[in-house]
């Protein structure tokens, strides 16, 4: 099936040329298993390994899986203080591989998810030190000015938060097998909010969390890239600040259904260190964020819900995640829970 989705027939002499290197001509390609919306492949040859992102396979949503913004935003900030692999050799229109799609340089390091390598971040000193790195890489990217590295027009700020919950709504409609009440609950109350304009304008990753970042395999406190740039746009940054949030999970708290909850063990910090190391490092007024934590929810739920029509359909290269129904009900009574708590306050 690898061979299938990459042709390495087509694609090994196109990545001789960008790289100069004839070992490329032949190839091998390893799915990397877990990638829930694009895929990702391992390429490997006796130059290296590099890194293939492509679309599944079938029918998509529209505007969804658009390789020729992940590669603009990661070619943009390659320059400055956000970590980003080198893009290698892209196709934003389809051609070789009939389908949009990208090679990027393999960073190194260690990509956190359901556990840490032996010896690797063992002290709560050490668990925080990586907690505050990430929120640091965060606040590097939420400081970009967009319009220096060219990406004034990547998104259209005004009205983001709106505009992001009938984006989200649309998506539910689209790729919803059933009706679940507390998804259309949430989408209308969350339309029905009054969201801040006065945000200063930043690039939004859309899906910042853990286990899209490369650490360094010696050092936790070191940050060396920012992965998945999938859902990044031009918006409020308090909406990558409560996605993190939800991903943070604590100590007691479910076992999400396809993203990991490492952070549920001894030593790493509480969303309220992060909370308060991004409002110190960003100065940043953190009014509402209940809200965004609510639409952070809905929109997972939506994500959720667009995965599972896609594994139904056959799209996601045999990639199995369960029964998610019962996740997407959770998230948007957690979302609900999280809106209540903002009207509260």
């Known amino acids: 099936m690898e061979e299938d989705l990459t042709r390495p ?7 001789a040329r960008a790289t100069g290197d004839d070992r490329w001509l032949t190839h091998d390609a390893r799915l990397i298993a877990g990638g829930k919306s694009n895929l990702t492949f391992e390429l490997s040859s006796a130059a ?6 492509r679309p599944p396979t079938g029918e998509l949503l529209p505007r969804a899986h658009d390789m020729g913004r992940e ?22 229109e389809p051609h070789l591989l009939d389908v949009a799609f990208y090679v990027m340089e393999k960073v190194p390091g260690i990509i956190i998810a359901d556990s840490l390598p032996a010896g ?124 993190l949030l939800l ?22 910090p509480s969303r309220a260190h992060l909370i308060a190391r991004y409002a110190d490092a960003s100065g940043t007024a953190l009014d509402d964020l209940d809200a965004y934590v609510a639409f952070a929810h809905f929109k997972m739920a939506v994500i959720t819900q667009g995965i ?14 369960g ?4 996740e997407v009900e959770r998230l948007a009574e957690e979302g609900v829970a999280a809106l209540n708590a903002a009207l509260a306050s």
């Open 323 to 326: 029964d998610l129904i019962p």
């Open 120 to 243: 690797y971040a063992v002290t709560a000193e050490e668990r925080t030190a990586l907690a505050d790195a990430l929120i640091d890489g965060l606040v590097a990217l939420h400081t970009v000015d967009p319009a220096a590295i060219g990406l004034s027009d990547y998104g259209r700020p005004a009205g983001f938060l709106a505009r992001q919950v009938r984006t989200w709504t649309r998506q539910w409609h689209a790729s919803k097998m059933r009706d679940v009440p507390a998804v259309d609950d949430l989408a209308a109350r969350l339309t029905a909010h009054e969201w801040r304009e006065d945000f200063r304008a930043s690039i939004v990753h859309g899906d910042y969390r853990l286990d899209n970042c490369v650490f360094d395999a010696e050092d936790p406190r070191r940050l060396r890239a920012v992965l998945d740039w999938e859902l990044s746009t031009l918006g409020d940054p308090l909406a990558d600040l409560a996605s």
């Open 9 to 15: 027939e087509r694609l090994g002499p196109a990545l």
């Open 48 to 53: 290296g390994s590099l890194i293939l992102r």
């Open 71 to 92: 590669v603009r935003v990661q070619r943009a900030l390659h320059p400055t203080a956000v970590p980003v692999p080198c893009i290698v050799y892209a196709e934003t």
């Open 308 to 321: 599972a029509a896609r594994v139904a359909a056959g799209q996601m290269a045999g990639q199995s995640f």
């Open 247 to 268: 991903f943070w999970v604590e100590a007691g708290e479910p076992e999400p259904a396809l993203t990991p909850a490492l952070t549920r063990e001894t030593g790493f």
